[in-house]
């Protein structure tokens, strides 16, 4: 699978909408853009995931680059609850092991 | 119910004791996964269960020895450890239906192992 590059942290305030990029140059046509978060002292959980057309979920929406090298994550209102880390994953569908490779994430603090 | 459960929540075990992680799903799920996550950085696949077989073993030192023995559960026996291998051990499982398919992943909130 290949690899996604995204900041170390981030900052937000509470209520105001959060933009976490994620670059994937390397994508591959059947690489599906994945996004898990982790909060604190729990396991990771799903997000939101998208081929190729921007995606809406009750949690996020996901917005695709046209050429897909990159991807944002958008909360539209942070709360306090949202800080956590957020991984951005690719996965060839074709990869039936349904494995998931985690890169280093982006550690995203909400500011009351 | 979408909860992954495992047990024990911490552990504590010398290098010369031999001990178990436990993780149950009741989703139907027939693919679960064990993790390793050392601090401050991400999970790390350690190995893959589909329809109660091992299909993925990243490479993980025998010490540890995996076991499904339903679809529901899945066991992480520890033998012998290194201080080194003290961790957080995530437990996931998902649907597995093919390629092509997406299968969310649900994990369990782990087992955090110290090893003295």
């Known amino acids: 699978d290949a690899k996604t590059t995204q900041p170390n942290s981030m900052e937000s305030n509470e209520e105001e909408p959060v933009h976490l990029p994620c670059n994937h140059s390397?994508?591959?046509?059947?690489?599906?853009i994945h996004w898990y978060r982790q909060l604190p002292s729990q396991g990771p959980e799903y997000v939101i995931h998208?081929?190729?057309s921007n995606v809406n979920n009750r949690m996020a929406s996901l917005a695709i680059a046209e050429d897909r090298k990159s991807s944002t994550l958008i909360l539209h209102r942070a709360t306090l609850r949202d800080a956590a880390v957020y991984y951005c994953?690719?996965?060839?569908?074709?990869?039936?092991?349904?494995?998931?490779?985690f890169g280093g994430g982006t550690r995203l603090m909400v500011k009351p | 119910d979408t909860e992954v459960t495992q047990t024990p929540k911490h552990l504590v075990m010398g290098m010369t004791n031999k001990k178990s992680l436990k993780c149950e799903q009741h989703?139907?799920?027939?693919?679960m996964y064990w993790y390793k996550q050392k601090a401050k950085k991400p999970p790390e696949l350690m190995f893959v269960?589909?329809?109660?077989?091992?299909?993925i073993n990243e490479s993980v030192p025998s010490r540890f020895s995996p076991e499904c023995p339903n679809s529901s559960l899945l066991n992480l026996h520890l033998h012998a450890l290194q201080p080194e291998d003290s961790a957080l051990y995530l437990c996931?499982?998902?649907?597995?239906?093919?390629?092509?398919?997406?299968?969310?992943?649900?994990f369990g909130p782990g087992t955090r192992l110290t090893v003295l």
């Open positions: 996931a499982s998902s649907q597995l239906e093919g390629r092509g398919s997406y299968n969310e992943q649900f």
């Open positions: 998208g081929l190729t």
């Open positions: 390397t994508i591959s046509g059947t690489d599906y």
């Open positions: 994953i690719l996965r060839d569908v074709n990869n039936a092991g349904n494995m998931l490779t």
């Open positions: 989703m139907g799920h027939r693919a």
């Open positions: 269960y589909s329809y109660e077989k091992l299909s």
